[in-house]
């Protein structure tokens, strides 16, 4: 059995917004898991997805959601889930950096609408 182990070593990496970054874990058409980087005072853009559906699970510090007019804040262990197209973003409002897991359900790349 092959066994393929990736981390953020030798992951595929990409930087994103403000100094943010991004390693694909798993990346398939089905099933993608990236984990993912966000320093302090960072912020996506709102966007929707047509068809992915997401888990967001925070591994370190405190995460910020806008999901359509909602606030939500998500804490270290604690994840939220996003279905296809409802509008959101992640903001890092806090004063550490935020690490965490974006697991897409199918691929989320090439599936965003920026709003």
């Known amino acids: ?3 393929l182990i990736t981390s953020t070593q030798n992951a595929h990496h990409y930087t994103w917004g403000n100094q943010c970054d991004g390693w694909h874990l798993l990346r398939s058409d089905s099933l993608a898991v990236i984990q993912e ?3 302090p005072g960072t912020a996506e853009q709102m966007h929707y997805h047509e068809r992915a559906q997401q888990v967001f699970y925070i591994l370190q510090g405190t995460a910020t959601f806008e999901v359509e007019d909602e606030t939500v804040t998500v804490q270290q262990g604690q994840s939220i889930q996003i279905t296809p ?7 890092n409002n806090s004063s550490s950096e935020i690490h965490f897991l974006v697991i897409s359900e199918p691929k989320s790349h ?3 609408v920026n709003v």
């Open 85 to 91: 197209k409802i509008r959101h973003r992640i903001l």
């Open 110 to 112: 090439g599936d965003r």
């Open 1 to 3: 059995m092959n066994k």
């Open 37 to 39: 980087r966000m320093p």
